[in-house]
């Protein structure tokens, strides 16, 4: 069975850090692109960050650039994103994903083929 399994959110405070993770089951995503989405309550799902599957390509939302940092370790089939200097208004439920294809750093939700189960991310002010 194919699992993606984020964990490393929680509280903190504006200005602070948090790095989040997923971890991969049930199969190898080394040729997959990959990519952190969020949503918050009443919102759509919102793109966050990509990585191609070399990890030499990334894309992110303008409102994350200079402060998260996606990355990945293929040998641990693990997925992270380092997010500094948050914000309230980062807050969200976060999701990664993976998408088959590999091509490219896809920005849309329907370019990814498996999704995680989220992990809390809320910035207090």
């Known amino acids: 069975q194919v699992q993606l399994v984020e964990s490393g959110g929680g509280l903190v405070q504006a200005g602070g850090s948090l790095r989040l993770s997923c971890a991969a089951s049930?199969?190898?995503?080394?040729?997959?692109?990959k990519a952190w989405f969020r949503q918050a309550p009443g919102k759509d799902r919102e793109f966050v960050a990509a990585i191609s599957y070399t990890g030499s390509t990334t894309n992110y939302v303008d409102s994350v650039k200079g402060r998260f940092t996606i990355s990945r370790d293929n040998a641990k089939n693990t997925l992270y994103l380092q997010m500094n200097s948050l914000k309230p208004e980062d807050t969200a439920v976060y999701y990664c994903?993976?998408?088959?294809?590999?091509?490219?750093?896809?920005?849309?939700?329907?370019?990814?083929?498996?999704w995680g189960q989220g992990t809390q991310v809320t910035v207090s002010s």
């Open positions: 994903a993976a998408d088959a294809t590999g091509q490219g750093v896809p920005r849309t939700p329907d370019e990814y083929d498996y």
């Open positions: 049930g199969r190898t995503f080394s040729g997959y692109s």
